[in-house]
Nanobody, 126 residues
Framework: VQLQASGGGLVQAGGSVRLSCAAS????????MAWFRQPPGKEREFVAC????????YYSNSVKGRFTISRDNAKNTVYLQMNSLKPEDTAVYYC????????????????????WGQGTQVTVSS
């Protein structure tokens, strides 16, 4: 499975950006999908995860209430709608996916996911 992320860019604080990540390849039916981010000089961190059904999602405390993860299984695509952006949201955003359902206790760990996109830069100016 290959993941292709898009939609990053430069935005002012308080603005919005929508990221997309499309899965392709021989096996395009994936299970859980997620977004992680890596701020400059910091470790990669969990942002959000959505179950295969699309009915359940999880968020980090830092983005809860501002970001929304969604997916379109017919298009094998996951989205991240980011609103009320802050300068501290500046990071390279990565999409991730796994063939199976990940244990709830493990959704926030990058090692739980087998497939990764190439990353897209989001820069929020103050």
């Amino acid at each position: 499975v290959q993941l292709q992320a898009s939609g990053g860019g430069l935005v002012q604080a308080g603005g919005s950006v929508r990221l997309s990540c499309a899965a392709s390849g021989r096996r395009t039916s994936v299970g859980d999908m997620a977004w992680f981010r890596q701020p400059p000089g910091k470790e990669r961190e969990f942002v959000a995860c959505i179950r295969q059904s699309g009915g359940t999602s999880y968020y980090s405390n830092s983005v809860k209430g501002r970001f929304t993860i969604s997916r379109d299984n017919a298009k094998n695509t996951v989205y991240l709608q980011m609103n009320s952006l802050k300068p501290e949201d500046t990071a390279v955003y990565y999409c991730a996916a796994d063939p199976f359902r990940i244990a709830l206790s493990a959704v926030q760990f990058s090692t739980s996911y087998d497939y990764w996109g190439q990353g897209t830069q989001v820069t929020v100016s103050s």
